[in-house]
């Protein structure tokens, strides 16, 4: 394996986790888009989200290229990617930017960049449960799953359909994930855990299975389990793999590049003379009350449509 090869996989185990880094403006090497491959790709792009999203909410969740500006990063990883953002002063690491996976938001500054050859996988706590959703899973088969032995498969088999609650929940490193729970269970009932008792026989039973097989559990397995078992065993458990970490990757370096539609050069020139401050504040006034009369005009149009439903 190549020298450089091996030093990209050492760097992408140590970021598996993104601290909150600052990022930098700076030029970053190689070449943007052409104007017209960046502005066909985002018609085609906003033309089939538009298809899902009402008129109204167009200027939020669907805008016209005319209000974005194209940047370029670079990630922890060393990948460069183009983003656009609503207007030249919204910083690509001070956004939010999708988790494809779970359909929700990274943490700022953060973007999903998937290598095969990503960090393992790490147990964070579960810091709030979010929505609820329920599922229905079969009964399970006669032939023992999971490498059991028929003996225990049968003390834990379901031989009927059952359903569980399915929530979304976030984790201590700021991704969200999904855990089961009881269908009864509430969050804030917090989780159920074994009698003192109970827990001591855990114990005993982990740790001399774990004497007597090393290789039973992995290191990191045990580890989880070793918390768990402090803690009672709480279930829901209070802490879950996040499997987003190793794919999530921080902002370090952008680089503006230019209106999705480019400003007239005229407009380039105007900016040349410095207004007065009268004109600046006489500007300010007519933009308010633009910006007054649209939210207006949008929270009637929300209305309408609500109306329609
Ligand atoms: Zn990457
Ligand atoms: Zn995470």
Same mark, same amino acid.
């Given at each position: 394996m190549s020298e450089a090869l091996n030093d990209a996989r050492r760097t992408l185990k140590a970021e598996a986790t993104p601290a909150a880094s $600052?990022? !930098? &403006? +700076? +030029? !970053?090497?190689?070449?943007?888009? &052409?104007? =017209?491959e960046a502005l066909r790709d985002y018609e085609a792009f906003n033309a089939k989200r538009r298809e899902r999203i009402p008129v109204a909410l167009w200027p939020f969740w669907a805008p016209g290229p005319d209000t974005l500006y194209r940047w370029r990063v670079r990630l922890t990883c060393g990948c460069v990617h183009e983003v656009l953002t609503h207007g030249n002063d919204a910083f690509p690491a001070e956004g939010r930017w999708p988790d494809p996976v779970h359909r929700s938001y990274l943490p700022p500054g953060q973007m999903w960049c998937r290598h095969d050859e990503s960090a393992n996988e790490q147990y964070q706590g579960v810091v709030e449960w979010g929505a609820r959703g329920e599922r229905t899973f079969p009964a399970d088969p006669m032939e023992p799953l999971y490498d059991?032995? $028929?003996?225990?498969?049968?003390? !834990? +088999?379901?031989?009927?359909? +059952? =359903? /569980?609650?399915?929530? =979304? $929940?976030?984790?201590?490193?700021g991704h969200? =994930?999904?855990?089961? /729970?009881d269908l009864d269970w509430q969050p804030l009932d917090g989780p159920k855990r074994v009698s003192a008792e109970q827990q001591r026989e855990m114990i005993a039973e982990f740790e001399q299975l774990w004497a007597t097989d090393p290789g039973s559990d992995s290191d990191r397995e045990r580890e989880h389990m070793r918390r768990q078992l402090a803690e009672g065993w709480p279930r829901p458990a209070t802490e879950q793999l996040c499997y987003t970490c190793p794919q999530a990757r921080a902002i370090v370096v952008y680089q503006g590049v230019d209106w999705l539609v480019p400003r007239k050069k005229v407009e380039k020139a105007d900016t040349g003379s410095r207004p007065s401050r009268k004109q600046i504040e006489q500007r300010l006034a007519k933009a308010q009350a633009e910006q007054k009369r649209l939210e207006e005009q949008l929270a009637e149009l929300v209305q309408q449509d609500r109306s329609a439903e």
């Open positions: $600052v990022a !930098i &403006a +700076r +030029r !970053i090497p190689g070449k943007a888009k &052409a104007q =017209t059991l032995d $028929v003996e225990t498969w049968m003390k !834990i +088999r379901h031989d009927e359909p +059952r =359903t /569980s609650a399915l929530w =979304t $929940v976030t984790l201590a490193c969200a =994930t999904e855990m089961f /729970s």
